[in-house]
Nanobody, 111 residues
Framework: QVQLVESGGGLVQSGRSLRLSCAAS????????MGWYRQAPGQQRELVAH???????YYANSVRGRFTISRDNAKNTMYLQMNSLKPEDTAVYYC?????WGQGTQVTVSS
């Protein structure tokens, strides 16, 4: 049984930073995909960023240049460094590793 535990969400003012973490526990043999998604109220879940096994990354246009995805393979942990946060970044953020999802963590950015 694989579980993903997220941490690092919270309430911040516009322009500040947050770092989200997602740690995997259980038997996960090989992680080929790590991604961060978010879902704002009334909106569909959207991909924010991902990193795949060869190290290549993808960022949504709305976060490129502000957010950075990274991973620590030894710890089965991934991160999302979020800088210059904007109110429109407010959402529940979910991590995904292979086919597994985290429970979500709330990020709220006040203006």
């Amino acid at each position: 049984q694989v579980q993903l535990v997220e941490s690092g969400g919270g309430l911040v003012q516009s322009g500040r930073s947050l770092r989200l973490s997602c740690a995997a526990s259980g038997s996960i043999f090989s992680i080929y995909y790590m991604g961060w998604y978010r879902q704002a109220p009334g909106q569909q879940r959207e991909l924010v960023a991902h990193i795949i096994s060869d190290g290549s990354t993808y960022y949504a246009n709305s976060v490129r240049g502000r957010f950075t995805i990274s991973r620590d393979n030894a710890k089965n942990t991934m991160y999302l460094q979020m800088n210059s946060l904007k109110p429109e970044d407010t959402a529940v953020y979910y991590c995904k590793m292979n086919e597994y999802w985290g429970q979500g963590t709330q990020v709220t950015v006040s203006s």
